[in-house]
């Protein structure tokens, strides 16, 4: 539904764009991070019930829960109320979203892309590190691209630490 509805908002707003940056800026406006934004600007973190231990290890704040929420809340909207719901609120949190969502690439796949393009393979990210409880890890991860000094990037979880990773490789190319 989500997919459905941003694609519609892009083509009614770049109608000329190729299909390559409309697909680019799609993947981009339909991310879980994104839709833990829109969740956010909506207020759903604020409406969460949690469990108490969930809540204290910071359920609010937490990319996966909110974007799950999001969707959850646009599919309810769909069935309660029809595409119109579900539509104008996909509008309202994601227009603002539009034009910036080229800039949001994730730093993998830009990293990948640049790699890719002076034929040195694909980055290769390994888990340097994982400690914390289970409840709350933290994992450190490091990349590597041929010729290349590693970088290594820390997260609450195994993709937040590998984008972290990426991005710290790519402010070291000046990419």
């Given at each position: 539904m989500l997919g459905l509805l941003v694609a519609?908002?892009?083509m009614q707003q770049f109608p000329h764009e190729r299909e390559g940056p409309l697909s680019v800026r799609l993947h981009a406006l339909v991310r879980m991070e994104t839709c833990a934004e829109a969740a956010k600007a909506a207020g759903?973190?604020?409406?969460l019930i949690l469990a108490p231990s969930e809540d204290r290890s910071g359920g609010r704040k937490k990319p996966a829960i909110l974007g799950d929420?999001?969707?959850a809340v646009i599919a309810a909207l769909y069935i309660d109320g029809g595409l119109k719901a579900a539509r104008d609120f996909v509008v309202r949190y994601w227009q603002p979203m539009l034009n910036d969502a080229q800039a949001d690439r994730d730093a993998k796949s830009v990293l990948q892309e640049w790699a890719q393009a002076r034929a040195l393979g694909i980055p290769v990210y390994r888990i340097a590190k994982q400690e914390g409880p289970a409840h709350a890890p933290r994992f450190t991860v490091e990349v590597r691209v041929e010729a290349h000094e590693p970088a290594v990037g820390e997260g609450p979880n195994l993709r937040a630490a590998e984008q972290s990773a990426a991005r710290a490789l790519m402010q070291r190319l000046s990419l």
């Amino acid at each position: 539904m989500l997919g459905l509805l941003v694609a519609e908002l892009l083509m009614q707003q770049f109608p000329h764009e190729r299909e390559g940056p409309l697909s680019v800026r799609l993947h981009a406006l339909v991310r879980m991070e994104t839709c833990a934004e829109a969740a956010k600007a909506a207020g759903l973190d604020k409406q969460l019930i949690l469990a108490p231990s969930e809540d204290r290890s910071g359920g609010r704040k937490k990319p996966a829960i909110l974007g799950d929420v999001c969707e959850a809340v646009i599919a309810a909207l769909y069935i309660d109320g029809g595409l119109k719901a579900a539509r104008d609120f996909v509008v309202r949190y994601w227009q603002p979203m539009l034009n910036d969502a080229q800039a949001d690439r994730d730093a993998k796949s830009v990293l990948q892309e640049w790699a890719q393009a002076r034929a040195l393979g694909i980055p290769v990210y390994r888990i340097a590190k994982q400690e914390g409880p289970a409840h709350a890890p933290r994992f450190t991860v490091e990349v590597r691209v041929e010729a290349h000094e590693p970088a290594v990037g820390e997260g609450p979880n195994l993709r937040a630490a590998e984008q972290s990773a990426a991005r710290a490789l790519m402010q070291r190319l000046s990419l």
